[in-house]
């Protein structure tokens, strides 16, 4: 199994932090990551949210690349039906050579109304938008002239350079686990990529399709998993929790007032639920969940130490002892070089 960091550059109302901390702790914390073994730096996006959630990839990825030198950077997810699919192809184009050929790009089709709205883009098509774009990244990629002619976009002959390092072009992780999209996943060789709210009985049925998908469309990538989770391990399993709990509460709240279909209520409230969604304890429990996780089949698991209200310090601090106390050294003998 494979690990990375995760950030959303999140700082909501009230907040102590301030944003410019934030985005500082980010870039420290994604080299000090690479200097501990993590296998990827992952960050996510949003736009107009009261709390800043990150909403320029591409940028904070570069920094992030011109500071490391192994670390594998990916998106997880930019929501790729709020951007022109040309646009997207050259900048994320030119961040894999300045990185050397080290992203991934991780893509969704979104689900907040107002974004779309906010940003002038029409949200009942935004499926044909998404699908159409994915054709146009990889002509866009192969360096050769190409023309478009789609519902959404229409676009003249033309040639899009410089194209990536990797060919032939840069490997994408497709989000969404409706079976619409996990089929889309297979058909593309992309893995499972549930949510960080996605409870653990909930995965297990998620891979549960996603397998019988992979065994109908006879597909032969590899069948992967890759899990984001919140993460705080500490001392003792109840100062991690104390530590933990404000954030998960602020985070949770925001997808439940964006409209997410899930109810927090019961989980904020009992350990017992929200166990099933985050990774918060002393170094032993921690250990024991991802040992659950890696029976389960997952093979990249994306833990956000940097949550919402948790003090930079603390998040460092909560990166530096899972990659050395939760993580049995065999278990990353397979990771990324």
Request: with cysteine.
């Amino acid at each position: 199994m494979r690990y990375g960091v995760l950030f959303s550059c999140q700082d909501p109302p009230g907040s102590p932090i301030g944003h410019a901390a934030i985005y500082q702790a980010a870039l420290d914390q994604t080299v000090q990551a690479e200097e501990q073994g993590y296998d990827w730096v992952n960050i996510t996006e949003h736009h107009v949210a009261a709390d800043g959630y990150l909403p320029a990839l591409i940028p904070l990825l570069t920094g992030m690349a011109t500071l490391t030198k192994r670390i594998r950077l990916s998106t997880g997810m930019l929501i790729l039906t709020l951007h022109h699919p040309i646009r997207i192809a050259e900048e994320a184009a030119v961040l894999d050579l300045i990185s050397g050929g080290r992203l991934t790009l991780g893509v969704a089709v979104g689900y907040r109304e107002v974004e779309f709205a906010a940003l002038g883009i029409d949200f009942p098509t935004r499926g044909r938008r998404f699908r159409e774009s994915l054709e146009i990244m990889a002509l866009a990629w192969s360096g050769e002239a190409f023309s478009y002619d789609g519902e959404i976009f229409q676009i003249p002959e033309v040639v899009v350079r410089p194209t990536p390092v990797q060919r032939p072009g840069i490997p994408l992780w497709l989000g969404g686990t409706s079976d619409v999209a996990l089929k889309r996943a297979v058909k593309n060789g992309s893995p499972c990529f549930p949510g960080a709210t996605d409870e653990f009985p909930k995965i297990e049925q998620r891979m549960a399709r996603y397998d019988e998908l992979r065994e109908q469309l006879a597909a032969d990538s590899p069948r992967e998993l890759v899990l984001p989770r919140l993460c705080v391990v500490a001392d003792t399993t109840e100062e991690a929790r104390r530590r933990a709990l404000p954030g998960i509460r602020a985070m949770y709240e925001t997808y439940q007032s964006w409209g997410l279909p899930v109810d927090f209520t019961a989980a904020l409230r009992d350990w017992d639920l929200l166990d099933e969604l985050v990774i918060v304890g002393d170094a032993e429990r921690c250990a024991s969940v991802v040992d659950r996780y890696r029976e389960l089949g997952t093979t990249d698991l994306m833990l956000q130490f940097a949550i919402p209200m948790v003090e930079p310090a603390v998040a460092a601090e909560s990166q530096a002892r899972f990659i050395t106390e939760c993580v049995p050294i065999t278990s990353r003998e397979g990771a990324l070089p």
